[in-house]
């Protein structure tokens, strides 16, 4: 209901704190210039200026109340694009507002609550008003405010059973731990506290517009906080935000965006009709033409545009730019490309949407795809065009998934992208660090697809491949797996099979991979020597890493004794796309508990301690596998082993960039690619020549390099 107050014709503002240093009431010369121009306020003397330049013909057609502050006016032009206006406050109503210096504000038709940086332009904004308890889409409460009124995100689960709050600061690793966590009630609780550190709870929020940002032909703008440099043309509505920008991560909001609820990280871009309602939009992301974002947290460096996300978590480099595709109640592990058509999020087990899917980073949904609720990928699974009925629990990593005929089992090819897509293996770790652009990476990303991760699950398949192939070897009456004594001796059996049949070719079947049906699991001693081939170039590049991180020659007996000092983890966590030991995350937790974390700054001062000591934990990890493998203790290696993993990991290594050429050469070989060009000149000029491919050239060194290091590494090793 519309309320009426009488009688404050003559009332005087009260002034908060701070903003009267270097200001001064208006002269009588200059009241007469106001009003001159046609300006209104029921009393000047709730009008203060600056004690520098003021000239005050350059205010006109414009209404006063409250209190008003004004900065420096000169005769001065600001200008932004093809966006040309002159220093001055024109056709405006401010009250209770407070300009900086050289300000362009002109036809505003009601600016409330606000307190402006220097060099700022606001033109053709119909309102643009901040309340007295606002949170700027930050999950903390005012005083009075009942629980209720606090806002969640409920990322994960539609039920909102993994829900987190917003804060200005967050990253996908906060989200995740909070998200995952729930039975540790004490936790939950604490993280709540950490969200409401430094907040005073007083009713005397004022919206920010920092400086150099420009904001123009919006339609409403209330409760935010805008940072520097930002650009807003053409909003529709923004409310309870706040918009992260600097002069070295601009951000900006372009035509019919909507956003409520809601934080937006450095260097990000919304535009061109798109929604986000409750949500955390991390650094370097883009979310654009009509693409919807509601009850998530994207991670730095994504890029959404048609689509329609409700309820996920997802992590650093999602793509996702197809219209007729969405994703709902999912953890996206990052570095994923959801294909057009693919309907995540439509098949639920239960009469309740209370189903979650979990997918490992470079999860790749083929076209026209959809998975039931719930379903859980391991690392690197493609998924080919498909409709997959029933739940799916894929550990097999960088595999290819298919389905055949309804009611039957799936197909799974694990290793499928080292047998036959090693280039995008080589490339992946490259582009994802050339696309990163953020201005100050708080969140750490985990880029190459050979990680401890994707290892630890790795370790698991080849496990899981020995157990089937015993089970097949044994189906099929072969002796030695049969006049085993015991289960370890039948596994043995089976994989010394593996290794001494490396051209047997059979197939597997895997009942835990999908619900009712199981899966066929192709290629098995194909994909178990490609696995362990993996497992000694990581765990090999690993060992080098660490010697040149340390100013290591060679690893020589006291170089590996130092390895083995460093503590042992063999649980590995993608948590928000830094990859840590999963312990980490319980000691985390407890220091959370136990008061020795008390905000979320210094949450993220433990997770760069955790980072800086990575490297030393990935190297003993290394020794784990190699021990695992070679079935021995690295201290009765021999030298023939360290001649073994020399000679598997540099053909490995030229391996990858032997067939990464050729994935590119069959782009200019292949006659059906060919076709649609007139001359190898125009196909050239299009694709551009093969010979010019940087990121081959930079291959090409880098192995010759590694291979080199890698000997030197192990020469002391050797003897």
């Not at 600061?169 to 009630?185: F, G, L, P």
């Not at 993996?534 to 765990?539: E, M, N, R």
Request: proline share 2%.
């Amino acid at each position: 209901m519309v309320q009426i107050s009488y009688g404050q014709k003559n009332s005087r503002a009260k002034f908060p704190d701070g903003v009267l240093k270097g200001k001064r009431a208006l002269t009588s010369d200059e009241i007469s210039a106001l009003e001159k121009n046609r300006n209104i306020c029921r009393d000047w003397n709730c009008v203060r200026v600056t004690d520098g330049a003021f000239d005050a013909s350059l205010i006109s057609d414009c209404e006063f109340s409250g209190f008003v502050v004004l900065g420096a006016l000169t005769r001065a032009t600001l200008r932004f694009h093809d966006l040309e206006l002159e220093v001055g406050i024109r056709r405006s109503k401010l009250r209770d507002v407070v300009t900086g210096d050289e300000n362009a504000i002109c036809n505003v038709a009601y600016l409330d609550n606000y307190r402006l940086g220097r060099n700022v332009i606001l033109f053709n904004i119909q309102e643009m008003s901040c309340t007295k308890h606002s949170k700027f889409g930050n999950g903390i409460l005012k005083k009075g405010e009942d629980e209720s009124l606090r806002v969640w995100i409920g990322v994960a689960n539609e039920n909102d059973g993994r829900a987190v709050l917003p804060f200005e600061n967050m990253i996908a690793e906060d989200a995740y731990i909070w998200s995952r966590k729930r039975d540790d009630k004490i936790l939950m609780r604490r993280f709540v506290e950490l969200t409401e550190n430094g907040n005073l709870k007083t009713l005397d929020t004022f919206g920010t517009v920092g400086d150099s940002s420009v904001i123009k032909n919006t339609t409403l703008l209330k409760d935010a906080k805008i940072g520097e440099c930002a650009y807003i043309k053409g909003a529709f509505k923004l409310k309870n935000i706040t918009v992260l920008s600097s002069p070295e991560a601009e951000s900006q909001i372009g035509e019919g965006v909507e956003m409520v609820n809601g934080i937006m990280g450095y260097g990000s871009r919304v535009f061109y009709q798109a929604v986000a309602v409750r949500f955390v939009i991390g650094q370097n992301c883009q979310l654009k033409y009509g693409a919807r974002l509601l009850n998530s947290v994207l991670g730095d460096n994504s890029t959404v545009s048609c689509c329609e996300l409700l309820n996920n978590l997802i992590f650093p480099f999602h793509e996702q730019h197809h219209n007729s595709s969405f994703l709902i109640a999912t953890t996206i592990m990052g570095q994923c490309n959801i294909a057009a058509g693919a309907t995540i999020g439509s098949n639920h087990n239960s009469r309740s949407p209370d189903g979650e899917i979990i997918a490992g980073r470079g999860f790749w949904p083929g076209l026209c795809s959809d998975f039931k609720h719930n379903s859980k990928f391991a690392s690197f699974v493609l998924a080919a065009k498909g409709s997959y009925q029933h739940e799916l629990k894929i550990t097999y990593p960088f595999s290819l998934i298919f389905a055949s005929k309804e009611n039957e089992p799936i197909h799974i090819i694990p290793a499928f992208w080292f047998m036959f897509n090693m280039f995008a293996i080589a490339r992946n770790r490259d582009k994802f660090s050339k696309r990163d652009k953020r201005l100050k990476k708080i969140q750490h990303i985990e880029t190459d697809p050979l990680a401890p991760d994707s290892m630890q699950q790795i370790l698991s398949s080849i496990e899981r491949l020995v157990e089937l192939s015993k089970n097949h070897l044994q189906g099929i009456g072969l002796e030695t797996i049969i006049s085993a004594k015991s289960e370890a001796q039948k596994l043995q059996a089976a994989k010394d099979f593996l290794h001494q049949n490396p051209n047997a070719d059979f197939a597997l079947f895997d009942e835990k991979c999908q619900k009712k049906y199981g899966a066929t699991i192709l290629k098995p001693v194909k994909a178990y020597k490609e696995y362990r081939k993996v497992l000694k170039y990581f765990a090999s590049r690993s060992l080098v890493e660490f010697c040149d991180l340390k100013k290591i020659e060679s690893l020589d007996s006291a170089a590996i004794e130092k390895i083995l000092s460093i503590k042992l983890y063999t649980k590995w966590t993608n948590a928000g796309g830094q990859i840590l030991p999963s312990k980490m995350l319980d000691e985390f937790a407890n220091l959370v508990k136990s008061k020795k974390i008390n905000s979320w700054d210094e949450a993220h001062k433990f997770y760069d301690r955790c980072q800086s000591h990575y490297g030393e934990y990935k190297a003993r990890y290394s020794i784990f596998i190699l021990e695992k493998l070679y079935s021995r203790k690295i201290s009765e290696f021999t030298r023939e082993i360290f001649d073994d993993i020399i000679c598997d990991v540099t053909a490995f290594s030229k391996g990858m960039y032997k067939a990464s050429i050729y994935s590119r050469q069959k782009d200019y070989d292949d006659p059906f690619r060919k076709m649609t060009y007139g001359s190898e000149e125009e196909m050239v000029a299009v694709l551009g020549s093969l010979n010019d491919n940087e990121f081959l050239h930079s291959l090409k060194n880098s192995t010759a390099e590694f291979n080199a290091r890698l000997k030197e590494c192990l020469k002391s090793a050797r003897k």
